[in-house]
Nanobody
Framework: QVQLVESGGGLVQPGGSLRLSCAAS????????MGWYRQAPGKQRELVAA???????NYADSVKGRFTISRDNAVNTVYLQMNSLKPEDTAVYYC??????????????WGQGTQVTVSS
């Protein structure tokens, strides 16, 4: 079994910062692409940032220059550093990862989500 466990969400004032973490555990060969998505009330889930196994990154235009995605392969963890947060960043943030497992191959897994609220 594979699990993605997120942490680091919370309430922050506009202009503040938060760091999200997502750790993968279980039985697998390696982790390929990883990413962060978010879903605000009444809106569709959208990609925030993604990072490949070779650490190439991609960002939504709305977060470029403010958010940074990174990964530590030694501990199977992806991070999202969020700076200069705005009220419109308020959403549930989900991590996902494409994980190569024995026999069954690559599967995309999702974390349970962590709430980020930006408000004064």
């Amino acid at each position: 079994q594979v699990q993605l466990v997120e942490s680091g969400g919370g309430l922050v004032q506009p202009g503040g910062s938060l760091r999200l973490s997502c750790a993968a555990s279980g039985s697998f060969f390696n982790i390929e692409d990883m990413g962060w998505y978010r879903q605000a009330p009444g809106k569709q889930r959208e990609l925030v940032a993604a990072i490949t196994s070779s650490s190439s990154t991609n960002y939504a235009d709305s977060v470029k220059g403010r958010f940074t995605i990174s990964r530590d392969n030694a501990v199977n963890t992806v991070y999202l550093q969020m700076n200069s947060l705005k009220p419109e960043d308020t959403a549930v943030y989900y991590c996902n990862a494409e994980i190569l497992r024995p026999i069954i191959g690559s599967i995309v897994y999702w974390g349970q989500g962590t709430q980020v609220t930006v408000s004064s």
